[in-house]
């Protein structure tokens, strides 16, 4: 049973860089796409971005020029860094697996259970 | 970007009452669209995805339809484990994008 879970810090402040890690247990981190989305409390779900285990990725344009995804395959994780955050990013952060199929499928099949993440002087 | 919108926002049912939420894409996304349950405080979990298929364990009495711009989402008899925030995700394109949610309560 492939488990995700969230780590770092609770709280970032504003104009430093938020760096979460995403550690894959129960299967290995190889042959998938990783994604991170975000969630305000209160709000809807916003995708951050994939990374495949060869390091490729695709960012959301909202935030291309502020994330940076990267992997550790000999670890089973991968991470997150969001630079020059302010109140708008305080979110709870989810990483996913984004399960692709030869068939079509692609879906967000299996998620951490979020960290809170904090923007505050 | 994909503009993906639910409706409605939120809804008030009884036990045993047939669930209906619609989704509605700013463009022709085939079938390429997910359905996911949020309870509070969790994360969301994958209920359908292809717009019609159920994902293994997620009981019968949920189902997708629809395909193109217009897609649904039906609970056939509310359950009151079924009182959670629905969410449809698009997998045309890049960004993906969700719908700003449903909010099911049980009235």
């Known amino acids: 049973q492939v488990q995700l879970q969230e780590s770092g810090p609770g709280l970032v402040k504003p104009s430093e860089t938020l760096s979460l890690t995403c550690t894959v247990s129960?299967?290995?981190?190889?042959?998938?796409?990783w994604s991170w989305i975000r969630q305000p409390a209160g709000k809807g779900l916003e995708w951050i971005g994939r990374?495949?285990?060869?390091?490729?990725?695709n960012y959301n344009p909202s935030l291309k020029s502020r994330v940076t995804m990267s992997v550790d395959t000999s670890k089973n994780q991968f991470s997150l860094k969001l630079s020059s955050v302010t109140a708008a990013d305080t979110a709870v952060y989810y990483c996913a697996r984004d399960l692709i199929a030869a068939a079509g499928l692609d879906a967000f099949d299996i998620w951490g259970q979020g960290t809170m993440v904090t923007v505050s002087s | 970007d994909i503009q993906m919108t639910q409706s409605p926002s939120s809804l008030s049912a009884s036990v045993g009452d047939r669930v209906t939420i619609t989704c509605q894409a700013s463009q022709d996304i085939s079938n390429y669209l997910n359905w996911y349950q949020q309870k509070p405080g969790k994360a969301p979990k994958l209920l359908i995805y292809?717009?019609?298929n159920l994902e293994t364990g997620v009981p019968s009495r949920f189902s997708g339809s629809g395909s193109g711009t217009d897609f649904t989402f039906t609970i056939s008899s509310l359950q009151p484990e079924d009182i959670a925030t629905y969410y449809c995700q698009q997998y045309d394109n890049l960004p993906r994008t969700f719908g700003q949610g449903t909010k099911v309560e049980i009235k």
């Open positions: 292809d717009a019609s």
């Open positions: 129960g299967g290995s981190i190889s042959s998938y796409y």
């Open positions: 990374i495949y285990t060869s390091g490729s990725t």
